[in-house]
Each structure stands twice: as C-alpha cells, then as structure tokens.
C-alpha cells in the first residue's frame, strides 16, 4: 500500500510533496492519479501541501507535513515551528480532507454540513474540502462561512481549497469557513518557485532545541 512509502517521523514539504505528485500523474496519467483508490494518501498529501502554501502566507510561517501511516483517521499530519521561552515548539495538527466532487447533490456548504453532521472530531482536527471538477459554479466564501458558522462544527478549523476558472490551471484560493473569516487568492507554482523552504525535516511534537532537517540522500520515497 502507498501509506507504507512515508515514514512516521520525516515531514515533508508543500514543495516535495506538490512535485512528488506531479511525477506521478507523468507516470501512470492524469485520470489513474486523480481517480484510483490506491493513490489517495498522494493526492491527499497534494490538496494539503496546496493548502499549505496559502494557509503559509496567511500565517506568516512554513509548514510540513506527512500522511498517515494508519488506514484512519486523520488523513494528513502536518507541523509548523514556533520561538518560545524554552526553546522551538513543534506545532502539529491533523487534516481531514473530504472532495466536493461534481456528483455532489447538495451546495458547497450543505456538503461541508452533510460531512459534519454527528462527528465530534478532536479538538486539533482540521476540516479540509477540496473543491474540484465543479466547472462554471460560482460561491460567495462570505455566504458559506456565515452557513458554516450557525453549523456550529464541533472541529478546530474548517477550511475550503478550490481552483479558480483562469487560464493558468495552478490558480487557485484558499479560505477559512469556521471559526474566522479568511482567503487568500495564490498560484501555487508561482509560490513554489519561490520558496525556499528545506524539502525534509525529522521532528517529534512539543519542544525542540532545533528544527533538523534531513539529507536528501538519506530517505528515498519511491512513486508507488
């Protein structure tokens, strides 16, 4: 199974991962990479590490991060540093991850309600929808996060990834639904042409003297 290619304890960046998913749509084709069951963990690692470099900008900080080894939940860990008293913190939170897929009989916001409705996640969880193959569909990000709020979600963030209709197909917004308000419009290739991120790091959670970052010969992930 694809999960077991990731280990427990290297975190990956936004960059590696978005490129690691690219070689694999040149490898087995755009509908096997973007349909078959046996390539989610890489397509869930995609929608995050996008996520990530808008969630990025809005934050003011770098993130990492590694799917589960688990066949459970959550789908995707991810970490982030902050500067403390005592040293550097290693932040980490859980991604769910759910697709608003063009066979969805409900709205966008009544999909994200439908997936909430009796799940308490943990309070670290993070609710991801992805937006995708909805062409010509509209939404107002204001409208849903006010339908969202009333939900009431018991989840520590909702947030919705989706493509913009543009010429360029690497276009796309990112937003906050629950419990603030915020987006963040980006081109993720242009973002990761900018960046400068380190591709690999190795880190536990809580405090750490350093961030340690690892060689890139060291661990080799092969495409599934």
């Known amino acids: ?87 550097v913190v290693a932040q980490m939170q859980n991604v769910e991850i759910f697709e608003y897929e063009s066979h969805a009989e409900t709205d966008l916001a009544g999909a994200i309600k439908n997936k909430l409705s009796g799940k308490a996640y943990p309070d670290d969880y993070i609710l991801l929808c992805y937006v995708h193959s909805r062409a010509g569909e509209t939404f107002s990000t204001k409208e849903i996060f006010e339908k969202v709020s009333r939900v009431d979600p018991k989840v520590s ?4 990834l989706s493509s913009i209709l543009s010429p360029t197909s690497s276009e796309h917004v990112v937003f906050q ?10 081109d993720y290739l242009d973002e990761l042409k900018a960046s400068r991120q380190r591709e690999l790091i190795h880190t536990k959670k809580g405090f ?10 060291k661990y080799i992930f092969k495409l599934p």
């Not at 963030?157 to 919705?160: I, L, N, R």
């Not at 639904?177 to 980006?186: D, E, S």
């Open 157 to 160: 963030e909702v947030w919705v």
């Open 208 to 217: 750490v003297k350093q961030i340690e970052f690892v060689p890139m010969g």
């Open 1 to 87: 199974m694809a999960r077991k290619l990731y280990s427990s304890e290297i975190y990956l960046s936004p960059s590696f991962a978005i490129k690691r998913f690219l070689g694999l749509r040149q490898k087995y084709g755009d509908k096997a990479a973007l349909t078959k069951s046996e390539f989610k963990p890489e397509r869930e690692a995609w929608i995050t590490a996008v996520f990530l470099l808008g969630l990025g900008k809005l934050a003011g900080r770098e993130f990492w991060l590694r799917p589960n080894n688990e066949d459970s939940a959550p789908d995707v860990i991810t970490v982030s540093f902050a500067e403390s008293d005592e040293g």
């Open 177 to 186: 639904a629950f419990p603030k308000y915020n987006v963040y419009k980006f």
